[in-house]
């Protein structure tokens, strides 16, 4: 069973900057892919970003690309999520989320954490 602690959410302005970060335990951390989810209360969760087992595959949702950018440290057991250019729409529980199989994928997730709750307002 694997266990996935988020980090790192908080209240930040408009235009400014985050880190989040997951820490895995059990389970084999390197054999999975990763992703980070959000969902606003009311809305669908959305898939944000994801990594594959070895890093070298990442997938991002177009609302995020070129603002967010999502890295593993296997030796760590961490995933991270660097937020950049935060907007308003962006606020949303962040959740960290491990595949089985190690595959890049956008869906079926076997594993979640609790989520860290981030919000961009001045």
């Known amino acids: 069973q694997v266990q996935l602690v988020e980090s790192g959410g908080g209240l930040v302005q408009p235009g400014g900057n985050l880190r989040l970060s997951c820490a895995a335990s059990?389970?084999?951390?390197?054999?999975?892919?990763l992703g980070w989810f959000r969902q606003d209360p009311g809305k669908e969760r959305e898939f944000v970003a994801g990594?594959?087992?070895?890093?070298?595959?990442?997938d991002y949702a177009d609302s995020v690309k070129g603002r967010f950018t999502i890295a593993r440290d296997n030796a760590k057991n961490t995933v991270y999520l660097e937020m950049n250019s935060l907007k308003p729409e962006d606020t949303a529980v962040y959740h960290c989320a491990a595949k089985v199989g190690g595959r890049l994928s956008k869906i079926d997730y076997d594993y979640w954490g609790q989520g860290t709750q981030v919000t961009v307002s001045s």
């Open positions: 059990g389970g084999t951390f390197r054999s999975y892919a």
């Open positions: 990594i594959s087992w070895t890093g070298k595959n990442t």
